[in-house]
Structures are given as structure tokens and as C-alpha cells.
């Protein structure tokens, strides 16, 4: 288990969540893309029929069972919930109403995110929990919902199923504002980190497979390296007000 500080307010562990949770203390929100449980054994397709986004595997060093699923995944969601006032976790529609009980929202994808027993699965769900960080400021409502059409960038990355950072962005300006704290225990390869690098979020990540997470450190030191530039944080959907 080790902690790298890649800039202030951007750090990484390497190691088991259920071992530095309790390090870390409060944040102000988390952003996790986790296993669902789907037995995972590969993912293969084409964007756009190009063959250079082809590819197919599964996870390095971890069995995508539903009984690890219930064993490791859903207590460290549960323990999430409880040390953030905000969190969204992308999560497979058939083990969603494993995890706590949240509000459903995610991601339309019209060219699809997979298969399904009845054809391509068009939806990115996302589960929220806590508080609305925008009613609470009084800035009003915000879709918890989005339409995406993205380049499958996430495709281009070592991991199976690493998402694109459009999707990561979303979620982060979703459930937080620029400056604050955000966790994601499931690094992966990094997106939540690079999101909120683009952001102007902190962020802690923790991953347990030292593959990934030196995929995740080249990312995000990248994005660090990268001049800033300005975001539009989810401005109100206008609304037509009656004529009559």
C-alpha cells in the first residue's frame, strides 16, 4: 500500500480500497466507475466499423463474479456513500438494485455500449446518492441524465472497460464544483483523475492492480500537464415559459 502525491490536491493510492477508505477521511464527492458483477470475459466491437477500435479482454487481476460483486464491490459503495455528501456509480442495469438505494439516472448512447439478450444496451446508468449539490446552493435543478454521442476513446486505453472521458466529466461536474474533493476507489485506468484534472477538481484515487495503476499515473500526470481550459459546469437547460 503507497500513496503518490502527483500535484497539490492530486493523489493515488496503490492498494486496497478496504484498506485506505479509512485513511482518507471525509470527501465531497465520489465518482466511480466499479465491476458489475457480469462476468466479464471480453468486449469486442467496432466504432464506426474502423478496426482500430477493436478489442477484446476482461480484467488483469480481478474475477468479475456476481459473489465478489455482493462480497467486495457493494460494502465499499456503501462505505463511499457514507464519508461524501455526493456520489454517482456507473453500474450494469441487471445488479443496480444491489447496491444502496439511490435515484437511477445515466447516459444515452445511441450508438451503443454493448449487448444485451435483447440487442444493443443504449444506456449508461448511474446511480446518485446524497445531496444535489446545485439545489443546495439554490442554483436550481440539473438533469440527472445526458445524451452522449463520444469517439470511443476509451477504447484506446489498456483496460476493458475504461470510460470515455466526456461520460467522466459529465459525472463530475454533476456532483461537484471546481476546488472540491473528489474519490473514485475504483481507479481503473484513471478517467475520474483525468476528468477532474480538466475540472479543476482535487482528486484521490485508489486501485488495487498495479498495472492499471500505472496506466492511471501516465494519464493523469499527462492531464497535468496540460494547460487548463474553462468548462461550462451544467448550465440550466432554458425553458419555455407559456405564451398564454
Known sequence: ???????????????????????????????????YGVSLSGK????????NYKRSDTYFSYDDTAENFDLLVVPVI???????????????????FKLPHGHIGGIYLPNGCGMTAWGFQNFMHAVFYGSDPFLEKGLGSRPNGKYGLYGNDANKIDHPCAKPIAAMEWAVARVS?????VLDPFMGSGTTG???VNLGRSFIGIEIDPK???????RISLALSQPRLPFDELKPTAVQEALL
Open 1 to 35: 500500500m503507497r500513496e503518490e502525491r502527483l500535484a497539490e490536491g492530486v493523489s493515488i493510492w496503490l492498494g486496497d480500497c478496504r484498506d485506505i477508505l479509512p485513511l482518507v477521511g471525509r470527501v465531497d464527492a465520489v465518482v466511480t466507475d466499479p465491476p
Open 212 to 218: 492499471y495503476y500505472d496506466i492511471a499515473r501516465r
Open 78 to 96: 456503501a462505505q463511499c456513500i457514507s464519508i461524501s455528501r455526493s456520489a454517482v456509480v456507473f453500474m450494469a442495469d441487471k445488479n443496480i
Open 44 to 51: 469486442a466491437g467496432h466504432y464506426r466499423n474502423n478496426e
Open 177 to 181: 464544483f471546481d476546488g472540491k474533493i
Open 194 to 196: 483525468v476528468a477532474c
